[in-house]
């Protein structure tokens, strides 16, 4: 069992940035993919990002490429979402995910275990 816990989220300016962070419980994070979806109202959930168990691969949605970065710290069971030049329609509810598997995935039914999510809202 596996326990993501996300933080970081808030509200900024359009141009601003902000850093998502997921802990997770659980001895095996290491071996585990993880991934960043996000979901805004009335709207399905949406891949954002994801990396493989060490960080060597990974994926990005066109959408946010070149403004995020996905990392991990596997020391720290951690997880990360760095987020700039943020816009307003980068506003959802933002969630993490394992996958029990070292390779990433962007399909969320491929994810194992997910976070409670994190408010992103992003003001013009």
């Known amino acids: 069992q596996v326990q993501l816990v996300e933080s970081g989220g808030g509200l900024v300016q359009a141009g601003g940035s902000l850093r998502l962070s997921c802990a997770a419980s659980?001895?095996?994070?290491?071996?585990?993919?993880m991934g960043w979806f996000r979901q805004a109202p009335g709207k399905e959930r949406e891949f954002v990002a994801a990396?493989?168990?060490?960080?060597?691969?990974?994926y990005y949605a066109v959408p946010v490429k070149g403004r995020f970065t996905i990392s991990r710290d596997n020391a720290k069971s951690t997880v990360y979402l760095q987020m700039n030049s943020l816009k307003p329609e980068d506003t959802a509810v933002y969630y993490c995910?394992?996958?029990?598997?070292?390779?990433?995935?962007?399909?969320?039914?491929?994810?194992?275990?997910w976070g409670q999510g994190t408010q992103v809202t992003v003001s013009s």
């Open positions: 659980g001895r095996t994070f290491s071996s585990y993919a």
């Open positions: 990396t493989s168990w060490k960080g060597g691969t990974t």
């Open positions: 995910a394992s996958r029990i598997s070292s390779w990433p995935s962007i399909n969320p039914d491929d994810y194992d275990y």
